[in-house]
């Protein structure tokens, strides 16, 4: 056994095992830098994530806060967008009474032209040859002068014709506004005029046409007035018709009632008369003549 123990190569072998060792160092070695080489790495990658990160945190807040900015700037909007509807609106009605005052102030300058009436132009700034017969109305749609009336004058007086109609453009409208803004009347001169008027015979002539207006009718024709009224009442209003009729009108009233119609002066009385086909009388009868007229009437009333 000890022969073949010293008959065995053992330097080799253990040359064999150092050499193996070395190159298991060395290996060892290079693994502990390519490690520490990628630690260095990984760091540096970590590193960069973190940058990155940190730097879409602050892109997220920069993107939150100009969100933030924008629906500002849209609730501004919508507001300047709002108020500038409600602008607009306000200047169409304002632009609408100007139309419409401009084609008043043509219309009054057109009737006094029409009714021979003298403005009380000063010089050089219009005259009632300068004013346009033209007749402009205002549409309902569009506020706009649309109808248009040729009239034609003659030596002894103005008059209007109705049959040529036309829709003028918006241009000669304005043309006929554009020359009447140029006109300017003496207020003074017309204060002076309505001075000279005699207001005392106008309120005169007035009250007399007033009162020919409402003159009361000759004849009034009554259907059961008396219909809702108790007895009381019913004979006030008989009374006051029985005064009225004696001298201002005459009345002829339709009644059921006894109240009512014993107070009449005459009475017309309409019955059917039995038989195969019903037939219609009638009778007058002047309450007048009886002398006993009235004590029927304090006994019905």
Do not use: W
């Not at 309902?140 to 109808?147: A, E, G, K, L, R």
């Amino acid at each position: 056994m000890v022969e073949f123990e010293r008959s065995r190569d053992t330097v080799g072998h253990v040359e064999q095992v150092k050499k193996r060792s070395y190159i298991f160092r060395r290996c060892f070695t290079n693994v502990s830098k390519k490690e520490k080489t990628k630690n260095i790495i990984i760091e540096d990658l970590q590193n960069e994530i973190s940058e990155i990160k940190d730097r879409l945190l602050d892109q997220k807040k920069k993107i939150e806060f100009q969100e933030r900015e924008i629906a500002d700037c849209r609730k501004c909007v919508a507001q300047l967008n709002k108020d500038y509807n409600e602008q607009r609106k306000h200047l169409q009605l304002i632009e609408s009474d100007i139309e419409k005052l401009r084609m008043d102030q043509h219309n009054y300058f057109r009737t006094a032209k029409l009714n021979e009436i003298l403005l009380p132009f000063p010089s050089n700034s219009g005259s009632m040859t300068a004013i346009l017969l033209t007749e402009i109305t205002l549409s309902d749609d569009t506020n706009i002068p649309i109808q248009s009336t040729t009239t034609t004058t003659t030596t002894d007086s103005s008059t209007a014709s109705n049959d040529d109609r036309n829709y003028p453009s918006q241009l000669e409208t304005k043309q006929i506004y554009d020359i009447e803004d140029k006109f300017e009347l003496n207020y003074k001169r017309l204060h002076d005029d309505l001075k000279k008027i005699n207001y005392e015979q106008v309120n005169k002539e007035g009250k007399s046409l007033i009162k020919q207006i409402f003159k009361s009718a000759p004849l009034f024709l009554l259907d059961e007035v008396d219909v809702a009224l108790d007895n009381t009442n019913i004979g006030k209003v008989a009374d006051f018709i029985r005064e009225q009729s004696a001298s201002k009108f005459q009345c002829i009233v339709i009644s059921l009632k006894e109240q009512f119609y014993s107070r009449a002066g005459a009475l017309i009385a309409i019955f059917p008369k039995p038989g195969d086909c019903i037939t219609s009388y009638c009778f007058t009868l002047d309450l007048n003549q009886f002398d006993e007229r009235e004590n029927i009437a304090n006994r019905c009333g």
